[in-house]
């Protein structure tokens, strides 16, 4: 694809021994990884388009081995890529052929369970399931459920700030998190938030949150944990046109009613779905709804009466109401199999991940057709509906010339449309090294150099994870000097990338 | 009057030539927290109106200078609410002025619920703003779910306007609860009201709010909790809530004045009366009860909210024993009313470790490179 990262620095390269000799020096054993053929599962995260193997490979166990490696690395000017279990949908993770490959999978223990606060403190290397696993007998829970939730870490979802199907009514990752330990590239480690609600100063912990591995390298989280709901049960609703499954969507939030989720499927990841899964979903409909309620029994009885009555009002052409777990959890199945069953109708697809504004969703959709006629390619999609999170899913064949482009190209125009209707380039999966060309759709020159001022705040020398997030690099004394003036680049100078 | 992002491109460039700080202001009702100071005032009260609001999309975008009651009517008629709870401070502090929607958000200020919907920093989605620099960027959007950049929108909430003066806000906005009761529990002592209110918060009835005062004179300590939803779930959940307590006494539904009143004493924070000097301090939920245990011994009187993790403390001098406290239960104590000279010698924030502090000072510098915004207020 098209990607252009940094250029490598021949300097550090060939510096190459001596750098794997001082990582050896701070983490002994097996935790420093520098042959070739022990590099390459490496190279990529959950965005296997881009490949680029790692200088070498660092695993440290404790933060005060990550606080010598990175204050190692700063003094030595040499970049540090952060990774967790490199699920990333958007390149957070990618390695740098000059870098450090900083992984976190061995900070892998649950250091404590407090019941009485409602927290758990972990590692980063935990995975987000792994939370509810540690809790669960005891009746709680970690509520942001990314679906990678069986394989992602907490420290990836900090970095992304990960969301998940239930995030309209419990929040994505900022809102269950309430502290972490944090070092920075110089290796000095702080402490940010805590057990309380509120900080003392300034609330680092929500840039942190979400900074993508620019910031620092977070080593222990403590997050919320809630009480189970007594129970959960689902709607499954059909209908004859996006705008009355879109409307429905309205209505109900509009009805005073938050689901814990609410998902809308179109006609061909419905098709798809159901050739995969066989659950029953109904064929004859253009948008299908799920929409699921937890709580008191008694809570969702209620709401499933009241959100079929909005249902029907607005020409719902089949509606079922889960009668027991079992037909619950089919009728997520299909949803949850869409991207392995859409995968079955073209050799590759592309995920991609934006916002709109609920109310533009028909025009969205029908925008979206015309620009799968014209990029030549297949569209099928999946949606938050409840918050408005798009999931397009892009079909093509990489092995055809010419269509990978088309696709990376067709996925830019949607998010070009998302940002046109009022919308943004990422709800859930973060920019990376994926969307960071189209961060001017979205932003000004002024509004992203702000954006760096902070990142220098925490990284003056621009190298834990550059080539993320931002479209070009600047050095932070410059930064402080420059002044957009109608939106004209400053410094045409430095690399654009 | 500051009534456009001009004027105050305008008064940034007119206190730098001058050599002046510039003090970010609503109209006033938290004026009373922090040293005086001596900077001319940059208030953003004229900046004000709706700019957009679409309620089935759950966002408001307002300017900052907004009254909050205004902002609360024009959401209650959409039967929406700002779940964060924010309330106006006025009366517990003594100031006059009534709360705008930039000075909520600046100050972090959140309610009772805060403890279940999270805080301002939860419902700030997308701002415009001006920088020390005098240059006006954004940062968030305007939807609900949003990835993109850091998430400057949190640090905007509780930054006191020491970053940036904030044009245009986008929240977050809730439906309203259909209905709310509040089930009161009589004469626990402080360490089992904390007990009590663990249990209910990591219980199935899903508890918005949960409080606590202690006994005074002839009433009894009353620990409160709020639950708030569509009535069968209400009924439900306060049934539930009723067996979880009969160990701690027992629970009873409190009629709705009852309710009324004893969520809004901790809006104006009346029982704790206004002669001595008021602290807000923040820890753990279960160090709650440590550190009212210390306080008491300052002969402090004090409110608990969220659930043991937020105190409400009036006490005369005694201020390096109320830090300790705090300070000893891992949390920190705000310094929020008292006479001038004693906002001169106490700071009004808890303070933080020196690396965390120099970190904070970058981040400042980032958006206010001059200090332009750096008063000394606190």
């Known amino acids: 694809m098209s990607l252009v990262m940094p250029e490598p620095d021949a300097a550090t390269l060939a510096r190459r021994e001596e750098i794997v000799a001082a990582l050896r020096a701070i983490v002994p054993g097996e935790g420093v990884i520098a042959d070739a053929e022990s590099l390459r599962p490496y190279e990529s995260d959950g965005l296997t388009a881009y490949r680029q193997p790692p200088m070498v490979v660092v695993l440290p166990q404790t933060t005060a081995q990550v606080s010598a490696i990175l204050a190692w690395c700063h003094a030595n000017e040499v970049k540090v890529v952060p990774r967790g279990s490199g699920t990333s949908l958007s390149g957070g993770a990618l390695p740098l052929a000059d870098g450090v490959l900083l992984g976190l999978s061995r900070f892998n223990r649950v250091l404590e369970i407090d019941y009485a606060d409602r927290v758990a403190v972990v590692q980063p290397g935990v995975t987000n399931l792994a939370v509810t696993r540690a809790v669960e007998d005891a009746g709680f829970y970690y509520a942001p459920d990314p679906s990678s939730q069986i394989a992602c870490s907490i420290g990836g979802n900090v970095a992304e700030n990960s969301g998940g199907v239930h995030c309209l009514k419990y929040g994505l990752t900022t809102n269950n998190v309430l502290g972490c330990e944090i070092v920075l590239m110089d290796g000095e480690v702080l402490r940010i938030g805590g057990r309380q609600l509120d900080p003392a100063g300034l609330d680092l912990l929500g840039v942190v949150v979400g900074s993508e591995g620019l910031l620092g390298v977070v080593t222990e989280v403590t997050v919320r944990i809630l009480p189970k709901p007594e129970t959960a049960r689902a709607l499954l609703i059909g209908f004859s046109s996006v705008d009355g499954a879109g409307q429905c969507v309205a209505d109900t939030i509009a009805a005073g009613i938050i689901p814990a989720g609410m998902e809308m499927m179109d006609k061909p990841a419905i098709h798809a779905a159901e050739a995969f899964v066989k659950v029953g979903y109904p064929l004859d409909v253009e948008a299908l709804l799920i929409v699921e309620f937890d709580g008191p029994s008694a809570e969702c009885d209620h709401l499933i009466g009241a959100v079929e009555n909005i249902a029907r009002r607005n020409g719902a052409v089949s509606v079922r109401a889960s009668r027991d777990e079992e037909e619950r959890i089919a009728f997520w199945a299909g949803r949850k199999a869409a991207f392995p069953a859409v995968s079955r109708l073209a050799p590759d697809y592309y995920c991609m991940d934006g916002t709109i504004p609920r109310r533009r969703l028909p025009e969205v959709l029908q925008r979206m057709s015309a620009l799968a006629a014209h990029h030549e390619l297949g569209v099928a999609n999946v949606f938050h509906a409840g918050d408005g999170n798009l999931h397009p899913l892009i079909l093509y064949d990489a092995n055809l010339p010419g269509q990978i482009e088309r696709a990376e190209e067709f996925g830019n125009d949607i998010l070009r449309l998302c940002v046109e209707v009022g919308g943004v380039l990422t709800g859930e999966h973060g920019v990376g090294v994926e969307k960071r060309d189209l961060m001017p759709v979205m932003f000004t020159e002024t509004d992203l150099k702000q954006q760096l001022l902070l990142k220098c705040a925490f990284d003056p020398k621009s190298l834990l994870n550059p080539g993320k997030v931002f479209p070009q690099l600047h050095r932070c004394a410059e930064l402080g000097r420059m002044h957009v003036h109608h939106g004209q680049v400053p410094h045409p100078e430095l690399p654009r990338f | ?378």
Not at chain 2, 148 to 168: I, Q, V
Request: charged share 20%; glycine share 10%; proline share 5%.
């Open chain 2, 1 to 378: 009057m500051i009534t456009s992002e001009t004027d105050i491109v305008d008064a940034i460039a007119d206190a730098q030539r001058a050599g002046e700080k510039l003090a970010i202001c609503g109209a006033g009702s938290k004026a009373a927290v922090g040293r005086e100071v001596a900077a001319r005032t940059l208030s953003l009260a004229g900046l004000a109106g709706v700019v957009d609001y679409d309620p089935p999309e759950l966002v408001l975008t307002v300017r900052p200078g907004t009254p909050l009651a205004e902002i609360a009517a024009l959401v209650a008629a959409e039967r929406q609410m700002l779940a964060f709870e924010p309330f106006d401070h006025a009366a517990m502090l003594g100031c006059a002025g009534a709360a705008t929607i930039g000075g909520v958000v600046a100050a972090g200020a959140a309610g009772s619920r805060r403890v279940s919907a999270g805080g301002a920093r939860d419902h700030m989605l997308g701002f415009r703003a001006v920088t020390g620099r005098g240059e006006a960027f954004v940062a968030g959007a305007k939807v609900v779910k949003n990835v993109t950049g850091y998430d400057l929108p949190k640090l905007a909430a509780g930054s006191w306007g020491r970053l940036f003066a904030l044009t245009e806000l986008t929240l977050k906005v809730m439906p309203r609860p259909e209905t709310s009761g509040t089930w009161l529990v009589a004469g626990l002592d402080t360490a089992r009201a904390v007990a009590a209110m663990a249990a209910a918060m990591g219980s199935q009835s899903d508890v918005a709010c949960a409080a606590h005062r202690p006994a005074v004179g002839a009433s009894p300590a009353l620990t409160a909790l709020r639950l708030e939803g569509f009535e069968p779930s209400v009924k439900a959940r306060g049934a539930a809530l009723e067996h979880l307590l009969a160990p701690f006494g027992g629970a009873f539904r409190a009629d709705e004045a009852t309710g009324h009143t004893y969520w809004a004493d901790l809006h104006t924070l009346a029982p704790l009366g206004h002669e001595r000097e008021l602290w807000r301090i923040n820890v753990a939920p279960s160090r709650g009860a440590a550190v009212t245990a210390a306080l008491e011994a300052c002969g402090a009187d004090w409110l608990m909210d969220w659930a043991g993790g937020l105190i409400w403390a009036a006490v005369h001098r005694h201020g390096a024993e109320v830090r300790a406290a705090a300070a000893a239960a891992q949390g920190h104590a705000t310094l929020l009313r008292a006479d001038a000279a004693t906002r001169a010698a106490v700071p009004a924030f808890h303070p933080t470790a020196p690396a965390l502090a120099r970190l904070e000072e970058r981040v400042r510098r980032a958006f206010d490179p001059d200090g332009l915004f750096e008063t000394g207020r606190f």
